[in-house]
């Protein structure tokens, strides 16, 4: 039976169709994550290898941005350590790969609404299985590029991801389901990059000779075993996922009519803040998701870096570092934030999380007087950075997740009602809604821009500054965020125990 047909069948029991599809989304989204993390612990080295292995060779990729590195360091006069000139480039590659998420994901959420979610989420993970081929026989830097640029115009499967569980979900059930793509998250934040790590040590150019011509590499490995995943994802999910944005509207008022016969009613109702103070709200959130992300995931991609410059990290040592933050972050969200989000409120977990995100950079910013076999407090470098690490896990567990929700309830549900509309008013009436999707596509989109800016901007200073500086700047801009947040962002009231 084919996945339209099965939607079809079952039109009349969305509980059911939301479970299976939920289910079939968090599945899919864990392979896919799988296979985005296993080259972070890896970047340092991978770098270093192109490095090494084009050295001499004034016709690459690679050394035509070394060059400028070498330009930018002699205007600046910043610059020292040889090893700061990877973490710049690597810098330049994170944001590289954000910034063509943040171009590609309106036209993404477009083709999805016009041909459906499933079809675009296929076309998509097509894209991914091209950029990972290339990256398997990339055995030049610019190939390796070529597969990153691939990579980031085609990754749409959190995105996608988001609208499939928003399509088949009632307004009380839609967080339930979209936790599942936080636990997600966490789980392949701990396995991937230790998966990735573990890979890294075999050789795939030895176990195939055959194919080294063909560009096989020492990280080949680690490639193949991503294209696998993405492979066996796109199988299942040519499977498994039905299509989902051509009943969402139909089912939406049937699940309506089931959540409003409950006794339980919505804890957040919008009609008592005016249209233009949560247009207002949404404006702040907005730049508070930019500012954050600007900062911590500058701060968060110059981590591994900052392990190979200071304590000479091993692959499988920056994995084992990325695991215990993702498991982690796991607990903290399973075990606190779903429980305690409801009684102490959003806003509360959100200053929780950016305070904890400044003492944990500022941790990590004393780690330079530490890194030669010093001590604070009997402690050593190490152990510092784990106890920064587990501050760390407390703010990607709260913050984007809380903010999200925050914006969420900002924005009206109901908009097939503008469907229902009539009379001379039509325009006026629809101008007093605030479409979820729209609002949170702009949410995230903010976002994105700040992920793509942040790790350029963060390794930038770090190269210009040292480690020290850098980390001591993300403590105190985050400082100045949990000022803003605790000012700018409403606290949402809930109507029992209140």
């Given at each position: 039976m084919s996945?339209?047909?099965?939607?079809?069948?079952?039109?009349?029991?969305?509980?059911?169709?939301?479970?299976?599809?939920?289910?079939?989304?968090?599945?899919?989204?864990?392979?896919?994550?799988?296979?985005?993390?296993?080259?972070?612990?890896?970047?340092?080295?991978?770098?270093?290898?192109?490095?090494?292995?084009?050295?001499?060779?004034?016709?690459?990729?690679?050394?035509?941005?070394?060059?400028?590195?070498?330009i930018f360091k002699e205007i600046i006069g910043g610059g020292t350590n040889p090893k700061w000139d990877l973490v710049l480039l690597g810098g330049a590659l994170g944001s590289l790969y954000s910034f063509l998420q943040f171009a590609a994901s309106p036209f993404?959420?477009?083709?999805?609404?016009?041909?459906?979610?499933?079809?675009?989420?296929?076309?998509?993970?097509?894209?991914?299985?091209?950029?990972?081929?290339?990256?398997?026989?990339?055995?030049?830097?610019?190939?390796?590029?070529?597969?990153?640029?691939?990579?980031?115009?085609s990754e749409g499967n959190v995105q996608l991801s988001i609208a499939i569980v928003s399509d088949v979900t009632t307004q009380k059930t839609r967080s339930r389901g979209l936790a599942l793509v936080g636990i997600a998250f966490a789980i392949s934040f701990t396995l991937g990059p230790a998966l990735g790590a573990y890979f890294a040590s075999k050789d795939l150019a030895k176990l195939f000779p055959q194919?080294?011509?063909?560009?096989?590499?020492?990280?080949?490995?680690?490639?193949?075993?991503?294209?696998?995943?993405?492979?066996?994802?796109?199988?299942y999910i040519y499977l498994a996922l039905p299509e989902t944005a051509k009943i969402s509207k139909k089912n939406s008022s049937q699940q309506e009519e089931s959540f409003n016969t409950k006794e339980e009613q919505p804890e957040y109702n919008i009609n008592t803040i005016s249209v233009s103070e949560r247009k207002s709200n949404l404006r702040i959130l907005n730049w508070i998701h930019f500012l954050y992300l600007f900062f911590?995931?500058?701060?968060?991609?110059?981590?591994?870096?900052?392990?190979?410059?200071?304590?000479?990290?091993?692959?499988?040592?920056?994995?084992?570092?990325?695991?215990?933050?993702?498991?982690?972050?796991?607990?903290?969200?399973?075990?606190?934030?779903?429980?305690?989000?409801?009684?102490?409120?959003e806003k509360r977990l959100v200053i929780q999380g950016v305070l904890s995100c400044s003492i944990a950079l500022a941790i990590i910013s004393y780690l330079t007087k530490l890194s030669n076999g010093k001590t604070l407090l009997y402690i050593d470098g190490i152990t510092w950075l784990y106890i920064g690490a587990a501050f760390l896990a407390l703010t990607s567990a709260t913050v984007v997740n809380c903010l999200t929700s925050i914006a969420s309830m900002q924005?009206?549900?109901?908009?097939?009602?503008?469907?229902?509309?009539?009379?001379?008013?039509?325009?006026?009436?629809?101008n007093t809604l605030i479409p979820k999707g729209e609002a949170l596509g702009k949410f995230r989109s903010s976002g994105q821009l700040g992920r793509a800016f942040g790790p350029i901007a963060a390794c930038g200073l770090y190269w210009?500054?040292?480690?020290?500086?850098?980390?001591?700047s993300g403590s105190l801009a985050m400082l100045i965020i949990f000022i803003i947040v605790r000012i700018k962002v409403p606290f949402i009231k809930k109507s029992k125990n209140e």
């Open positions: 996945s339209k047909t099965e939607i079809k069948n079952n039109e009349n029991t969305s509980p059911k169709v939301a479970s299976k599809t939920v289910r079939v989304v968090f599945i899919a989204l864990l392979l896919d994550i799988l296979a985005f993390t296993i080259i972070l612990p890896l970047f340092p080295r991978l770098l270093q290898e192109y490095r090494v292995r084009e050295q001499g060779d004034e016709n690459t990729l690679l050394s035509l941005f070394l060059k400028q590195i070498q993404i959420g477009a083709f999805s609404d016009r041909f459906g979610r499933r079809k675009t989420l296929l076309v998509t993970m097509i894209g991914n299985i091209i950029s990972t081929f290339l990256w398997l026989f990339a055995r030049s830097f610019g190939w390796f590029v070529l597969a990153r640029i691939v990579g980031g115009l194919f080294v011509e063909w560009g096989l590499n020492p990280y080949s490995m680690p490639a193949f075993v991503a294209l696998i995943l993405l492979s066996v994802e796109t199988l911590f995931a500058g701060m968060e991609f110059t981590l591994t870096f900052l392990t190979f410059d200071l304590f000479d990290f091993t692959n499988m040592q920056n994995g084992k570092l990325l695991g215990f933050i993702g498991i982690l972050s796991a607990i903290i969200q399973g075990g606190y934030v779903r429980r305690k989000a409801h009684n102490i409120g924005c009206d549900d109901e908009l097939q009602q503008i469907d229902e509309v009539q009379g001379e008013d039509d325009t006026q009436n629809i210009i500054s040292g480690s020290g500086i850098c980390y001591a």
